[in-house]
């Protein structure tokens, strides 16, 4: 699991509190940040080739907002992670002895016939026949890009082509709303119709796969006719993948100095429990299977990234404020991208074993596969884990533990009370 951090936004939103920098999109900063990443990409290659070989083989470009990025810069980026990926050790798999001479990595979902340069470490567009066995080919499971709608109908056709030819086999696409009160209030940059236009011209780019992200939470600025508004509207585009996720004051947020000014009132807790049962009742009629607390897919299409932080996989994080896990260390990168660029050093944290335990359960009960039932009873107390089981909290299924969805909306509580 690779991820790389993009730390620049045309504009800042109102809710985030994730790092990043304004930027056009064009200037020097842009070419620094790429300068520095691929030297990172460089230094930490054998930690990169181990976790793409040996691990979940997932790539998600994050942000901030990657779709800001020039697709010169971008193919700058996969090119170093495509050098690195495809040095493998002798002790990696046979396969790849086939694949470093052949010169190309096939095979990926969505993309049969396009893979990786291993010579020229980029993508080139050179076809073979994918080998159903995986001999000789080395896949990846998923390639995401985050984009805003908005620089999808600015760079048009062209734009979404060239994220397809550089290997993207999934974007992720933050709409967030359909209500246009609520994109200005929240200072997007795109209106309910740019995101109708931006899915439609990523379809006619030939993907496939699709998630677009929705915000609920709202009192004042609108009511449940306009949640349910926006959720018919995700819904008849028909995205594979929908993430919705509750209004939260995020601190250093624009949203955390409005609650202090008095020029924001958080929606009241009943109000944010009915949209979210009625989004769960409303995806789960059109077919999307709910499989984290705030991930929905269409069955097969779940996020393997995402869901590999989620059963606490190991990952490599590049770039300004990027995170990495080891299975057994947590590491950072500093949270400037001026710093970045100078090369600060990352600092991390070894974590226990009964931290890691924890965290297993705290991420793993967030899904509706749930843990193990006795690991579950090895950490927490039997009293509370019989308590919620008597409410309905927790259910209890062939040694498995999980949340029911008629409780994801309180599963933090349950987790708090658990641990």
Known sequence: MIYVHV???RSFCTYCGFY???????GGIMEQYADALCQEIEARQEEIRNHSVYGRNTIYIGGGTPSVLPLSVLKRIITALASAISEVPAAGRDSWKAVAARGFVSGWPGRAGTGWSAKHGSLTGVTAAPQADGHGCYDLEEFTVEVNPDDIVKGGLEYARGLKELGV???SMGVQSFDDRVLWWMNRRHDAQDAVNAFGILRDAGFDNISIDLIFGFGTLSGADTWEDSISRAIALAPEHISAYQLSIEPDSALEKMLDDGRFSEADEDLCRGQYDLLCRMLSEAGYVHYEVSNFALPGREARH???YWDHSPYVGLGPAAHSFDGKRRSWNVADVNGYIAGSEREGEALSAEQLAIEDVMLGLRTA?????GHLRE???SQAIDRLISSGGLVETDGVMRIPESHFFVSDEII???L
């Open 306 to 308: 995402n869901s590999g």
């Open 379 to 381: 950490i927490a107390e």
């Open 416 to 418: 708090r009370e658990l």
């Open 169 to 171: 086999t999934r974007v």
């Open 369 to 373: 596969s749930g843990v193990s039932a």
């Open 7 to 9: 730390p620049f936004c």
């Open 20 to 26: 990043s920098e304004t930027c056009s999109g064009e």
